[in-house]
């Protein structure tokens, strides 16, 4: 069978290498379309590199612009690939710009399409990455879900009858980089140390860097965090506050540049805290049973937070005082599957049939 990858952004370069590596084992042909959403080195190569994935065999070059523009770029330069490998699947992963580019183009060609990380809900129709889930959610003919709670939105909206509970990939990675990583030092700035507290943070999504009085009250609380902050700066939250005139580095808080999986697995296994508007850093967090401080006011990986591992805290007047709340205690569940779903996402899509 021949299945072609759509990815273009960080966090699908994680949930593609197990993904690679469970085709290959099984003897599956694979196609890996990069769209070029992500193009810094170290937003997007160095993942390559360091979790073993094979070059894209397409890149489209497609960068960054407006959602509209980015998204029909990669749709319009999707038909060209498509004729071309003519895949049995197509195969997406999550909720960005990339996946909804991808999910149309199959459709549109008649190409069967299965949808990684199905089912998650923000209930928050003013994040982009919301209608790219809810949209790639109904147009695949194979929805790969990483949680029961997934499992029930795709049922609620009708959709059981291709629906499928995999696990999280993610699950499969952090297992693996965890036990590789855990006898190395941890890459800190100058003047943070291993064996002092401190917490490790990220922040990108657009509802908290694009709007300037945001921005600046998160970074402020930021800086009241009473460790020291590693702020792992992505490039849109480095633009955008270049742009609103606020200085990242203020307080306690330290910038550095995002890091490579595996040193932000280790980073974040010695850290007393995570701080983040990520997905995937919820999660992983989690996994490594580290505290975690989301910056929204709402998760998707709602487990973490039922579990008393992840606290939102979406007005940034209270984030220095979520931060500072007591450790939770022990939970021994895995709501996250046991470190094999890519296994089972690639069963599924054989089990579903060919083009
Ligand atoms: C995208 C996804 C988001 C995902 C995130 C992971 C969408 C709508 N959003 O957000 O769901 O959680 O990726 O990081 O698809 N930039 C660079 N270099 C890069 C990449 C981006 O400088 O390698 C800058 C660009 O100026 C760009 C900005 O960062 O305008 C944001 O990038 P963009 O692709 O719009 O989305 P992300 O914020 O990364």
């Not at 049995?88 to 459709?107: E, F, H, K, P, Q």
Request: aromatic share 4%; glycine share 8%; charged share 20%.
């Amino acid at each position: 069978m021949k299945i072609l990858s759509v990815v273009g952004a960080r966090p699908q370069f994680v949930k593609l290498a197990p993904i690679a590596d469970a085709l290959r084992a099984e003897g599956h042909e694979h196609v890996i379309v990069h769209t070029g959403q992500h193009y810094d080195v170290n937003m997007s190569d160095v993942f390559f590199q360091d979790l073993g994935i094979p070059a894209p065999d397409v890149h489209l070059a497609i960068g960054s612009a407006s959602h509209g523009r980015q998204t029909g770029a990669m749709l319009a330069a999707m038909d060209e690939v498509l004729e071309q490998h003519s895949p049995d699947w197509v195969l997406v992963y999550g909720d960005t710009n990339s996946t909804v580019a991808g999910a149309l183009s199959a459709v549109k060609m008649g190409i069967p399409l299965a949808h990684l990380e199905a089912g998650l809900r923000s209930f928050n129709r003013k994040m982009p990455e919301e209608h790219n889930r809810v949209l790639t959610d109904h147009a695949a003919d194979l929805c790969l879900a990483p949680t029961d709670v997934a499992m029930d939105h795709l049922r609620r909206e009708g959709l059981a009858a291709s629906s499928v509970l995999v696990g999280d990939v993610m699950t499969d990675v952090l297992l693996k980089v965890r036990d590789l990583v855990q006898d190395q030092a941890p890459q800190l700035p100058e003047g943070v140390h291993a064996d002092q507290p401190y917490h490790l943070a990220t922040l990108h999504r657009a509802e908290n860097t694009d709007d300037p009085a945001r921005l600046g009250a998160i970074v402020a609380a930021l800086a009241e965090v009473e460790h020291p902050v590693v702020l792992l700066a992505h490039p849109r939250l480095r633009q955008r506050a270049g742009e609103q005139g606020i200085t990242l580095e203020q307080g306690s808080i330290r910038v550095a540049d995002p890091l490579p999986y595996p040193a932000l697995i280790r980073a974040a296994m010695s850290a007393a805290g995570v701080i983040t508007d990520s997905g995937g850093l919820q999660k992983e967090a989690f996994l490594l049973r580290v505290p975690c401080t989301t910056v929204r006011t709402e998760t998707e990986w709602t487990e973490t937070v039922d579990l008393g591992w992840n606290a939102l805290a979406g007005d940034p007047a209270r984030l220095t005082e979520v931060v500072a709340r007591p450790a939770p205690s022990a939970t021994s569940e895995q709501p996250y599957g046991d470190g094999h779903a890519a296994g089972r996402a690639v069963a599924a899509i054989a089990a579903a049939g060919r083009h």
